[in-house]
C-alpha cells in the first residue's frame, strides 16, 4: 500500500520562500507522474504543478509559473515543491499526489488523474 507523507510547510512571509517534500512508502515514484495541489479554506482543490513519469516534464498552473519548481530525486523516492515569492493567495494545504495508471497526453491537472494522496501541509503566507 502506497503512502505519500508531505512535509516543510509552515508560516513564511510574503517574499519568503519555502520547500515541499513528498515522500513515499510502498511504491517506486519514478515510474509515476506525481502532482501537487493545494486548497485553500473554502474553496476547491486546485492543481499546482505536476511531473511527469520517465521524461520529467513538467507542467505549472498560471498562478505559479515562475515561482514554483517541482522536482523529484528517485534515490531518494521524494518529489519536492520549491516555492519562491510567496504570497498571501498562496496560502493552502498543499497536496502531493501520484499516478500509477498508464502514461495519457493529457495536462495531468485534474484530481481524477490521479490515484493516490498524502494527507497534506499547510503553508501560511503572512502580509
Known amino acids: 500500500q502506497v503512502q505519500l507523507v508531505e512535509s516543510g510547510g509552515g508560516v513564511v512571509q510574503a517574499g519568503g520562500s519555502l520547500r515541499l517534500s513528498c515522500a513515499a512508502s510502498?511504491?517506486?515514484?519514478?515510474?509515476?507522474?506525481m502532482g501537487w495541489f493545494r486548497q485553500a479554506p473554502g474553496k476547491e482543490r486546485d492543481f499546482v504543478a505536476v511531473?511527469?513519469?520517465?521524461?520529467?516534464?513538467?507542467y505549472y498552473a498560471e498562478s505559479v509559473k515562475g515561482r514554483f519548481t517541482i522536482a523529484r530525486d528517485n534515490a531518494k523516492n521524494t518529489v519536492y515543491l520549491q516555492m519562491n515569492n510567496l504570497k498571501p493567495e498562496d496560502t493552502a494545504v498543499y497536496y502531493c499526489?501520484?499516478?500509477?495508471?498508464?502514461?495519457?497526453?493529457?495536462?495531468?491537472?485534474?484530481?481524477?488523474?490521479?490515484?493516490?494522496w498524502g494527507q497534506g501541509t499547510q503553508v501560511t503566507v503572512s502580509s
Open positions: 511531473i511527469r513519469s520517465y521524461s520529467s516534464n513538467t
Open positions: 510502498g511504491r517506486t515514484l519514478r515510474t509515476d507522474t
Open positions: 499526489a501520484g499516478r500509477s495508471r498508464p502514461y495519457y497526453s493529457g495536462p495531468y491537472s485534474g484530481e481524477s488523474d490521479y490515484d493516490y
